[in-house]
């Protein structure tokens, strides 16, 4: 019993932290050009561009 009301404690804390966690991770997307092209070609991947009006 105590057994399962640990498991279950720590499962609601890895589901409350995952959010927070995952936001503080690289994306991997590149708001300027020029280190996109330059991981692009160190990689040897395409790039995906994506024009858009921010002011």
Request: aromatic share 8%; hydrophobic share 45%; proline share 7%.
């Amino acid at each position: 019993m105590i057994a399962r009301f640990g498991m279950v404690c720590g499962l609601l804390l890895i589901l409350l932290l995952a959010p927070n966690l995952r936001s503080q991770t690289n994306s991997g997307w590149h708001k300027e050009l020029e280190p996109g092209l330059a991981e692009a070609k160190r990689t040897g991947k395409p790039i995906f561009l994506v024009f858009r009006c921010e002011p």
